[in-house]
């Protein structure tokens, strides 16, 4: 069973950045797709940025395309993701997540939260006006 703990949320101001980590543990695939979404108050759990399995293939949602970058370190089995010129419009929950067993270049279309298999428990970023 994987397990994904998430750290590095926090309260910043507008403008600002952070970065979150994703740590993984009990993987028995060698091929996977790793996720971030988010979930404000009131609203559905949206899509923000997906990484392969080697790190070759990303995709990201409109909304933080040029500000958020996703990486990994498959050394520490941990995801990031960079958030940079963070707007109020940001502060959700952050999750990651991970669906096994996917093609590399089936990455681009895992845009939905019920294609992934494993989630994280969620950490906050509220960012301030």
């Known amino acids: 069973q994987v397990q994904l703990v998430e750290s590095g949320g926090g309260l910043v101001q507008a403008g600002g950045s952070l970065t979150l980590s994703c740590a993984a543990s009990g993987r028995t695939f060698s091929t996977y797709a790793m996720g971030w979404f988010r979930q404000a108050p009131g609203k559905e759990r949206e899509f923000v940025a997906v990484?392969?399995?080697?790190?070759?293939?990303?995709r990201y949602a409109d909304s933080v395309k040029g500000r958020f970058t996703i990486s990994r370190d498959n050394a520490k089995n941990t995801v990031y993701l960079q958030m940079n010129s963070l707007k109020p419009e940001d502060t959700a929950v952050y999750y990651c997540?991970?669906?096994?067993?996917?093609?590399?270049?089936?990455?681009?279309?895992?845009?939905?939260?019920?294609?992934?298999?494993?989630w994280g428990q969620g950490t906050q970023v509220t960012v301030s006006s």
């Open positions: 990484l392969s399995w080697s790190g070759g293939r990303t």
């Open positions: 997540a991970e669906k096994p067993s996917v093609e590399e270049g089936t990455i681009v279309v895992l845009t939905s939260a019920m294609e992934y298999d494993f």
